[in-house]
């Protein structure tokens, strides 16, 4: 999709600077005349909306570790000096705090519509594989975040998902051991967390980078998944057209943001980690943030450590593959009217692990789990074989027409062709 | 690279009234971001309520002795000084000082044994050596700089060397004979 | 576009529901909802409230809780109980031992408290405050309202999203302190141990803390209290003043939450505009989006 350069340096610095360092060219080109689908709905924001929440993340979580202190002794309180004393503190942890939940909120919104709309498909492999090593990278460091104001969930949190690690043979426990700095939780440990977390979000902020020159260099997939034919008529320029749309859609996301920091701030969250950490006492029921829940689920589902842990970490790793899995050419799951009844599905069972990975590991939570991780699997499987038999329904033969309901004679074109499922 | 909007020849010329409103209520809500992310910076309660004003004995320091503290986490000579000390600071004309000053004005009166300055050189923030037995105390029998050779007074003025500046006296006041409060 | 609003609302509204708060309070009957002047968006705290409040805990709780977490010189400060700085210099300086130093003889000493001084623990650390309550360690009460909580439960925590309820501390805090109970038959209680309703398991090592007439409250007017001083009322007025502890910047918060809300409300209904008029300038008028 990316054509010549449009850019036109206008004054002599601005051509100066272009022909040594020829950066506002590229802005222009992948922020102003980058010619985006012109059907593109608006879960298409949330691409923009992830962007803006990095940055907040990013600039909230700077100002914090300007006044938080990664000792084990002094975390807590120095989270409470945050809260109490700094100015605006408790509005700046606040945001950082439910605005992990929200980026999340808005990465699964970003996945789910990836799925629908068939936007790992070629020539988009790499684009979507870039995502989900975002995605990992984010629950890396999420999952570390949450360590650092070293509450009883910050702990005990810490001390479940590290032993994770010690489910792996022969090399297991020296890991564990490795990732502690020590031979259980503790200060060394918080110490390597805070690091870690300082600095993974700007690695986030690189495969980001990748990910949007892959996105720019193979164009946007869209509602209809029909390849760009004819920029001129199925495209609009990115500015105005799409800035002030993912404008729209990121207010309207701060609005659902500022809903929590301001009213419902600790909803998100564990009231345990109001508690200090406590290594003599685990609380009653340890539970990962929400964000982690389906894949806790599936975990505990697996009634083998070694099993279990694979079984979590292949629920993620398995998404990388989909590319190849899914063997249907048409890619958006409006005209596969089969594969749509089962992304629905995977959505439900999705929330359903959810649900179960904040319930107690008694029945009949134990047996529902199993079920709907033998259901979550199988979605993938169900991709593989649907794409043989499904027919599809016809696809529109463009954009444009899908937009204008082939009534393409209003720009002077011949009326669409009859339909027809393309490749 | 040709797009749809290229066949039209209706870009408005006049930016309306709607995109400008939108365009100040961007412009309104940025400015707001820069004020929780820029007054966290300031000084925090606890650092502020921590400044609260202090006592201080100065029966302990002999004449001739100075002692070092700290409020709000800076540094305050206390000297007492000897009838020598006192002396020269009263006799210097004032319209020859880089930054003219009397004793009178730099210490209490009735108290004019004791001086109470803060003890970071004007120039660039060391601190001045003249406290302890044996340091050299400069040219004026006050403080020397040993970072860049600023020489004050027994009154704490400069006198020589690159700071601008007298050492500045801190709020204080004498609660008894030799009872002080800093702050 | 009806549709894809919908669905992403769906997705959204979902994603959500999972983030059911996992809460230990199995085998105790929900606590009852109080009625919080601080509740809802435009919540506030009384002042009068707070002020009684902060009688219970200093002349009940603290005897046995630390709430270290407050300084004295946060009594005074806006959007808490209200006391003036002179009445915080005094109440600090009421307590003549806190420790500080080491002095110039290289010792701790005790000296008056000042505002800036955290309020004074009982006990030194856990081990002193185990020591002395028969093994139990009382926790600091400072954060306790938001460290406490009981199961909402399916659907009602998605419509606390919509109702903001969130008092699940203050409203559990109530019913411990007013809970305790004769034990049912067939329990028997160890020594040390005491029956409350609402207590997970039911066996918690406080003793009742409170009894009627125990704190006396400001005189009114007339000469006598304008509440009751009774369990009950001071164990509204307690766990109030400790939801102020534990979120002393509550009313900032939500005052800011209101204004942000409505900016943000008028900016989308401006870019909603905005991009309508944009994208009306396509000549075929394509975008219903």
Known sequence: MSGHSTYQPKTGIERWLDARLPIVRLMHDSAVSYPVPRNLNLLWTFGGILVFMLVAQIITGVILAMH???????????????????????????????????????????????????????????????????????????????????????FWGATVITNLFSALPVIGETIVTFLWGGYSVDNPTLNRFFSLHFLLPFMIAGVVVLHIWALHHVGQNNPTGVEVKDVKKDTVPFTPYATIKDLFGMVCFMLVFAWFVFYQPNFMGHADNYIPANPASTPAHIVPEWYFLPFYAILRAIPDKLGGVLAMGGAIVILAFLPWIDTSKVKSMTYRPIARQFFWMFVLVCIGLGYLGAMPADEPYVTISRILTVLYFGFFVALALIGIFERPAPLPTSIADSVLGGSGARLGHATAAAPQAKG | MAHATDTTGTEPTRRDFLMLTTGAFGA??????????????????????????????????????????????????????????????????????????????RTKAGHERYLVVYGNCTHLGCVPLGNAAGEPKGEFDGWFCPCHGSHYDSSGRIRKGPAPLNLPVPPYAFTADTKIKIG | MSLRLSLAG????????????????????????????FAGPFGKFDQAQLQRGFKVAKEVCANCHAMNLIRFRNLSQPGGPGFTPSQVAALAASYTNIKDGPNDAGEMFERPGRPADAFPAPFANEQAARAANGGAYPPPIDMLAKARTYTRGFPTFIFDIFTQYQEQGPDYIVALLTGYAEPPAGVTLLPGQNYNNYMPGHLIAMP?????????????????????????????DVAAFMVWMAEPHLEARKRMGFQVMIFLALFAGLLYFTKKKIWSRLPDHASAH
């Open chain 1, 68 to 154: 938080y202190t990664p000792n084990a002794t002094m975390a807590f309180n120095s989270v409470e000096h945050i809260m109490r004393d700094v100015n605006f503190g408790w509005l700046l942890r606040y945001l950082h705090s439910n605005g992990a939940s929200m980026f999340f909120v808005a990465v699964y919104i970003h996945i789910f519509r990836g799925l629908y709309y068939g936007s790992y498909k070629a020539p988009r492999e790499v684009l979507w594989i870039l995502g989900v090593i975002i995605f990992l990278l984010m629950m890396a460091t999420a999952f570390m975040g949450y360590v650092l104001p070293w509450g009883q969930m910050s």
């Open chain 2, 28 to 105: 309104v809500g940025a400015a707001a971001l820069v004020v929780p992310l820029l007054g966290q910076l300031a000084p925090d309660a606890q650092v502020v309520a921590a400044g609260a004003p202090i006592d201080l004995d100065l029966a302990p320091i002999a004449e001739g002795q100075a002692i070092k503290l700290f409020w709000r986490g800076k540094l305050i000579f206390v000297r007492n000084r000897t009838k020598k000390e006192i002396d020269e600071a009263k006799a210097v004309d004032v319209a020859t000082l880089r930054d003219p000053q009397t004793d009178e004005q």
């Open chain 3, 10 to 37: 769906l997705v959204t509204g979902l994603t959500l529901a999972v983030s059911a708060p996992v809460l230990a309070a199995e085998g105790a009957p929900k606590p009852p909802a109080q009625s919080w002047s």
């Open chain 3, 208 to 236: 009742k803390p409170l009894s009627d007439g125990q704190v006396e409250y400001p005189k009114g007017a007339d000469g006598k209290s304008p509440v009751p001083e009774t369990v009950e009322q001071y164990s509204k």
